[in-house]
């Protein structure tokens, strides 16, 4: 179960990671990040309508998103991410933007951790 206090919640909290210019952007995904000065990583997921129209293939790529981001979550303390799908995936295409998350992650916690 992903933890409420994991996730960003409001706009104030997604605008200030984005702010922060520290991006890092992939074929499937944009990924900002932010260091915060609490014992645990945050989330925010962006997954537009505009880019997947259909709400069962945006809902998959969130639990996608959070699965990978559980695990990795560990090694990345202190550091509040904002995710944005940039383009539609499918079912084949989930272990490649797997891949590119935790590459794009490490990236960025080298960055701005």
Do not use: P, W
């Amino acid at each position: 179960m992903f933890k409420t206090y994991h996730r960003l919640h409001n706009s104030k909290d997604f605008s200030s990671v984005i702010r922060f210019r520290c991006a890092e952007s992939g074929s499937f995904l944009q990924i900002f990040a932010k260091s915060n000065d609490l014992l645990h990583s945050r989330l925010g997921l962006i997954v537009a309508g505009k880019v997947e129209r259909l709400a069962v293939k945006r809902n998959l790529a969130k639990r996608i998103l959070r699965a990978v981001f559980s695990e990795q979550q560990k090694d990345f303390v202190g550091l509040d991410v904002v995710v944005r799908l940039r383009c539609r995936i499918t079912r084949e295409d989930s272990s490649r933007m797997k891949e590119e998350y935790k590459a794009l992650l490490i990236k960025l916690h080298r960055c701005c951790g």
